[in-house]
């Protein structure tokens, strides 16, 4: 499912991550839901379908156990978008979860180390890298 960002779709996102935020702490009182952080949620175009990305702390198996509980509350969640929100179709929600920020940590520790090793084989130089202008020239006026 090919989800193109319209501003309609955007705004419609952005208000269905807040709701749900709202929802998932309020009216789901699942203790083991609570650091559930929503990253962005994708609305297709014709409003039938919304993905949820969501991140959570934990290992990875109870990572995948609390999108399974996200997905099956999913109807419920569903219900009560539909009594809050003034739209005339409510998105049927799936829940997945964001690898996006898992990614970028290791990519970042990642360059970290990089860092760390050319600078290990280099202990001669300081790090201060400046750039040097060049000598002025009288005759191009400078």
Do not use: C, W
């Amino acid at each position: 499912m090919a989800m193109k960002t319209i501003p309609r779709t955007r705004r419609i996102g952005e208000q269905l991550r807040r709701e749900l935020a709202e929802l998932i702490r309020d009216e789901l009182r699942d203790p083991r839901l609570t650091l559930v952080s929503m990253t962005s949620v994708e609305v297709s175009r014709d409003l039938a379908q919304a993905r949820v990305y969501v991140t959570l702390l934990g290992d990875p198996a109870e990572r995948v156990e609390r999108v399974a509980e996200l997905n099956r509350a999913a109807p419920i969640l569903r219900r009560e978008l539909g009594r809050r929100m003034r739209l005339r179709t409510i998105p049927k929600l799936e829940f997945r979860y964001d690898e996006v920020v898992e990614h970028g940590a290791h990519l970042s520790a990642l360059i970290d180390a990089a860092v760390a090793a050319d600078a290990s084989r280099h202990p001669d130089e300081d790090g201060d890298h400046r750039v040097v202008a060049p000598p002025s020239n009288p005759e191009l006026g400078t």
